[in-house]
């Protein structure tokens, strides 16, 4: 069982920044593949980025070069730093755990990009 807790979002303007981080407990966080997911309002929830164990990464096409994902596997949180953000970045993000078949959420954090 994996317990995650989400934190960093709020309202930033166009072209600002902001760094979400994702707390876990619970479990051996080293072997899951963490990642970040976000939905908007009316939208399917859809994979942001991803870092495996072994801190290989990917990222929606979206957000390429704009979005950073990273892991402290001793601290045990995964971390994703955002930057020129734009509307249409605006949604709720949620951490997630994954090992296999098993799925762990966050409740989710809310970010909002508008001026």
């Known amino acids: 069982q994996v317990q995650l807790v989400e934190s960093g979002g709020g309202l930033v303007q166009p072209g600002g920044s902001l760094r979400l981080s994702c707390a876990a407990s619970?479990?051996?966080?080293?072997?899951?593949?963490m990642g970040w997911y976000r939905q908007a309002p009316g939208n399917q929830r859809e994979l942001v980025a991803r870092i495996t164990n072994s801190g290989n990464t990917n990222y929606a096409d979206s957000v390429k070069g704009r979005f950073t994902i990273s892991r402290d596997n001793a601290k045990k949180m995964v971390n994703l730093q955002m930057n020129s953000l734009k509307p249409e970045d605006t949604a709720v993000y949620y951490c997630n755990a994954n090992l296999g078949n098993r799925d762990y959420w966050g409740q989710g954090t809310q970010v909002t990009v508008s001026s």
């Open positions: 619970g479990t051996r966080f080293v072997i899951y593949t």
